[in-house]
C-alpha cells in the first residue's frame, strides 16, 4: 500500500542552524501538506502546497519558513534559523484530488533544537 | 470560531467495553470531519471520517455519529481491545483548494484487560 515517506526520522540541530525536512508524498497525490506536534500537544496546521505554490499557510509559518518541490517526488520544509521552540514533530500530508479529502501522514521527522 | 473542541483529555475503557469519544466545532463552513488515531512516535492514521450529509457511518468497530445541528461529533469504538490503546483527534476541514485540518485537542485512550 503506498504511503507518505519522511527523512530524517529525527534530527537534531543547533539553534539558528537551518534544516530541511524531507518527505515523498504519496506518487498519484497533488496536495501537500505540513503540520507539526509539539510534545503531547495538537497537529497543527503549517502549510498547504498545490501546483507548485503555496495554497494557504498558519501564523506560524512565518520568513523562517519555506517548501519546496524540487522534482517530481519530494517535498521539503526549510527553517532558515532555528529556535528552540521549532522543537516538534513535523508531518507532512498528501491527498489526491479537490473532492477527495483524505490526507495521508508520514511518520514525522522529530526535530530537535539545542 | 476555526477551534475543534474535544474531550475528554484521556479515557479508561475495559475491554470489551465501548469507548466514546465527543467533538464539537464552531465554524459552519466544515464540511468534512475525519477522526485519526495515533500511536507513540506514528504519524496520526486515518480511521474514519464522515461529511455532513449523514448522521452515522460504521467501518468495523468504529462509528462516527454526527449531530448536525448541535454541531457535534463522536467515535464510538465497540468492543474495545487493548490494541486500541492509542491518542485519538478528531479534525474537520472546509473544502477547498487548500483543505487544511484543524484537529481537535486529543483524547488518549487506554483499554485495560
Known amino acids: 500500500e503506498p504511503e507518505v515517506t519522511q527523512t530524517p526520522s529525527h534530527q537534531v540541530t543547533q539553534m539558528g542552524q537551518e534544516v530541511i525536512l524531507r518527505c515523498v508524498p504519496i506518487?498519484?497525490?497533488?496536495?501537500f501538506y505540513w503540520y507539526r506536534q509539539i510534545l503531547g500537544q495538537k497537529v497543527e496546521f503549517l502549510v498547504s502546497?498545490?501546483?507548485?505554490?503555496?495554497?494557504?499557510k498558519s501564523e506560524i509559518f512565518d520568513d523562517q519558513f519555506s517548501v519546496e518541490r524540487p522534482d517530481g517526488s519530494n517535498f521539503t520544509l526549510k527553517i532558515r534559523s532555528t529556535k528552540l521552540e521549532d522543537s516538534a514533530m513535523y508531518f507532512c500530508?498528501?491527498?489526491?484530488?479537490?473532492?477527495?479529502?483524505?490526507?495521508?501522514f508520514g511518520p514525522g521527522t522529530r526535530l530537535t533544537v539545542t | 470560531q476555526q477551534q475543534v473542541k474535544q474531550s475528554p483529555q484521556s479515557l479508561i475503557v475495559q475491554k470489551g467495553g465501548i469507548s466514546i469519544i465527543n467533538c464539537a466545532y464552531e465554524n459552519t463552513a466544515f464540511d468534512y470531519f475525519p477522526w485519526y488515531q495515533q500511536f507513540p512516535g506514528k504519524g496520526p492514521a486515518l480511521l474514519i471520517a464522515i461529511r455532513p450529509d449523514v448522521s452515522e457511518k460504521k467501518e468495523g468497530r468504529f462509528t462516527i455519529s454526527f449531530n448536525k445541528s448541535a454541531k457535534q461529533f463522536s467515535l464510538h469504538i465497540m468492543d474495545s481491545q487493548p490494541g486500541d490503546s492509542a491518542t485519538y483527534f478528531c479534525?474537520?476541514?472546509?473544502?477547498?483548494?487548500?483543505?487544511?485540518?484543524?484537529f481537535g485537542t486529543g483524547t488518549r485512550l487506554q483499554v485495560t484487560l
Open positions: 500530508a498528501s491527498r489526491i484530488r479537490g473532492s477527495a479529502y483524505e490526507q495521508y
Open positions: 506518487s498519484n497525490h497533488l496536495y
Open positions: 479534525a474537520a476541514s472546509i473544502p477547498g483548494t487548500a483543505s487544511k485540518l484543524t
Open positions: 502546497f498545490y501546483n507548485n505554490e503555496i495554497s494557504e
